[in-house]
């Protein structure tokens, strides 16, 4: 059935999955739904204790078997020892036939990359997907598709049951005996545990793992004792250094310096350029360099932000500090500066995933943003965004937040450039959707400024701005001019990723890809 | 059927309402259970917004009808507006057959005492039901039984399903236009909104109620946006002068002294009184005098508390500025200093009810008590006590967080008069056992000290105490002495009350009361 972005989502994935195509962005909007029935053993008995001596224990008695599922968050990053701990004892019990749900998966995570290549990992549920993790699955390795969804549509899916959670594995960086689990005070901190709310809510059980037990109450806690079933000590759960690098790096490159100027001219041109907006941006050159061109314009119209949200930032918690911002909400901590700033900074908030971005909560702060900077892998003529496959296929990105903050926000901004290396941003049709063109208003690029027709209050705000404003279509034309035609990707019929719409809807499938030497034999 | 602690629960009163008899306080540790399924609408269209003008158009918009169970929390106390505000609005919406489920009802809802006698709220589900709603129970107006429910017992009962919530309705001292509440910062500021967080998530609407409208983000939320329907602004939601007295009576009697004083010496005397102990009081004079003779047996063994529960009060207050108490967990505020010292103190925390003592959820802070100090309306020979009927078999009580505490912790302690007026407090047998004599540990009375016969262990640590230590076979024996044996109640067969125990099985029924002029017909 094609989909309200074109998409051919096939009848056997709808019926399957018992999902319906995309439908536009506001489509279950005020529709009432039933949440998942949650199961839980009560703490009855006050004598009972928590503490278990390893992690092979914890799963005991949590009665793993084969099957299941096991749910992680990334706020470790590339830090993270976690999945890899957990996976292997897994592994070294036996099991079998599991399913790996984590709110992103990367570089750190070897050992699933490795289960996928043994068939002992049979699903993945996730937002990014890269590295090897990504090409075994781009390269059909994985026996089920890969689900794949933003920060917010996996709170929904685990809300409504879409998947049920096993066993949720919670690093904390601090928990007591009882299982009151902070994000900071110990060796590994993350600064916020937003993504890991949720599983603790809806998992059958809930063990968290730390490397540093404090005294009960461990207070205020990200995760409350009352959602945690077990507590694990480990000698380390992370690597402090890759969990946040100190430094962000700040980019030097005139292109991008240029684009965010542009990108924050964009904003101040916009009538919700003012007193109390607020705003979003991602962790990206161009992007992070968008918060510096804003201080001038904010102290030239003597205006402040009332809330910034994120994926926060040194640049942000700077503006914090200097008093451009009021409040500051924290679903990831990218650097140490922000997690300084969440244990210090009473004004800067851990919130959770849900409060983020969940479409089907009773309002979340997406919503209320003003504007977003996001990046792009590809966009098309429609706008859709894809920021999932490369342009070769193979599956190398993440949705974070991108479709959430795209449909809440009042002025969604794509930054790219035109072209990457030989490889055209602007493109006739994306190799799949990850935003709805529905949802995204500008497209800047080093070669000009393009609105989406149908936000017309903009066209006209920005047409007297003196940026250099031009159609997608021309961009296109431009990035044609300039690169030719790209190389068609080659692809098998077998699906191997669904691209869920943050409602649940289905946004896309990914394709199975040829491998290379195939490929050569088609065109050779 | 007669239950674990004697009482014989009716057969069809378990059928009707699908309920167990009580069968002993560890009974549902560990075993799995369902949580109810929860409805929601999504609030997925930016654009939409909560703001409503009136009660009534709050109504209007859940889809108020017959037959719905409206919920409220009682952080308001004797200030509360809210219920009568909303009940006298579905008055004048001729709806009719309410049930209305509160965290308790007091002397401030005399509309709901109205709409009973009326035959419109024929349902109730409350902790406390006092005044004219527990004559009128009483009495047998009441179209179905009122369940009464501790606080804990209610989060459970909630969470299950036992009741479900059509809608909350949440006085919210301060709000946002996107439904982000706290308990502080208005007119009438209660300090922490525990009782209803559990209301927020599980109704099918959450309307949120207040008078003082703040700017977006309202952070950090009690209740957050993301469980709020419907937002609506009055003039008045409290009033603060019977919200919060500023000043709690310290007693000068000296048979209350004196068992306050006995009462710390109990617990001094057992190895629990160490470091890091923690402990509750309620809000009684005794109960209160006991935090003050605390101190110097703190001071004297240079002990701090780790920490304490409340109903929190002033003295509590004093104890954690002065450094004897690490940490202050609260679910109620009683008094102005308190409210402001969770507004002012970072080491004072707000905490859900169901943080406080929900017996199923994975570990409530009951669990982690040494000490709590409560009080009775009667308690029996095994130790059974009754907070919920007066002596003449009239609702005038509240189980509160009595069966939760008394379950939780390592030592309960009942202080009470051996006799009030000429009533005996120890007695043959309770008019109804509110908590169970298997969580009651120690008696602390005027006339001597008693322990539950099953703590051998507080026997033996207590007989070198040089307290005056008795059975309490012995009390009842002096109070029969004293004021001789008490006429007994005439009930009706009829059962106009349901007291749940705090896992959902049935602890007892309270049975109508035969009309005065009847029973000294059967007298005379």
């Known amino acids: 059935m094609i989909n309200a972005v074109g998409r051919d989502i096939p009848d056997e994935i709808l019926r399957k999955y018992g999902k319906e195509p995309f439908r536009g962005v506001h489509y279950r909007d005020n529709k009432p739904y039933k949440k998942a029935e949650v199961t839980a053993h009560g703490m009855v008995d006050p004598m009972r204790n928590k503490m278990v001596s390893s992690i092979r224990e914890a799963m005991e008695k949590c009665n793993a078997h084969d099957g299941m599922v096991f749910s992680f968050h990334h706020h470790f990053r590339d830090g993270d020892h976690i999945v890899n701990m957990v996976m292997q004892t897994a592994f070294e019990m036996g099991l079998k036939d599991l399913t790996v749900c984590a709110s992103s998966l990367g570089a750190a995570h070897s050992v699933v990359a490795d289960l996928i290549e043994k068939g002992i990992v049979t699903g993945i549920q996730t937002s990014g997907i890269r590295d090897r993790i990504g090409e075994a699955v781009s390269y059909g390795k994985l026996k089920t598709p890969a689900i794949i969804r933003s920060h917010g549509g996996r709170v929904r899916a685990i809300e409504e049951g879409d998947v049920h959670i096993d066993i949720a594995f919670i690093g904390a960086p601090t928990a007591d005996e009882y299982g009151n689990l902070r994000a900071v005070g110990g060796k590994s901190d993350c600064g916020v545990l937003s993504y890991s709310m ?36 480990v000698d380390e759960i992370g690597n402090p250094a890759k969990i946040a690098s100190n430094v962000i790096r700040m980019t030097q490159d005139v292109r991008e310096l240029k684009m965010a100027e542009d990108c924050a001219k964009v904003m101040a041109a916009t009538p919700f350029f003012k007193d109390g907006f607020s705003f979003q941006t991602g962790g990206g050159g161009a992007s992070l360099a968008v918060t510096r061109f804003l201080e001038p314009l904010m102290e030239e119209r003597n205006i402040k932000m009332s809330f910034a949200i994120g994926g926060i930032t040194k ?29 210090n900074d009473p004004r800067h908030y851990e919130i959770s995933t849900s409060e983020y971005a969940n479409p089907l909560n009773k309002g979340a702060f997406v919503n ?28 190398r990105g993440a949705p974070g937040g991108h479709p959430d903050t795209a449909a809440g926000s009042r002025c969604s901004i794509i930054v790219a450039p035109l072209i990457r290396g030989r490889i055209p941003t602007v493109v006739e049709g994306v190799v799949n959707v990850t935003t709805p063109g529905e949802a995204v208003d500008v497209l800047v690029t080093d070669y000009g400024v393009a609105i989406n027709p149908k936000r017309k209050d903009l066209i006209e705000c920005l047409s007297a701005s003196g940026l250099h404003i031009v159609t997608i279509q021309e961009l296109l034309s431009t990035a044609l001019n300039i690169v030719g035609k790209p190389e068609p990707i080659h692809f098998e019929d077998d699906i191997v990723g669904i691209i869920e719409s943050r409602d649940g809807t289905i946004m896309d499938v990914v394709r199975r890809i040829k491998p290379q030497t195939e490929i050569h034999e088609i065109i050779g």
Chains 1, 2 share one sequence.
Do not use: H, W
């Open 198 to 233: 949720v599983d603790a809510k809806y998992a059958d059980y809930t063990v968290a793992i730390t490397d540093t037990l404090v005294p009960f109450p461990n207070y205020p806690p990200s995760i409350p004792m009352t959602d945690v079933d077990y507590v694990c000590v």
């Open 315 to 343: 640049p942000m918690c700077d503006l914090l500090e200097k008093g451009y911002i009021r409040t500051v909400v924290d679903a990831q901590c990218f650097d140490k500066t922000a997690i300084e700033s969440v244990k």
């Open 368 to 395: 209320k943003l003003d504007f977003v900077i996001l990046g792009a892998l590809e966009i098309d003529t429609g706008f859709n965004v894809n920021v999932t496959t490369g342009s070769d296929g193979v599956l």
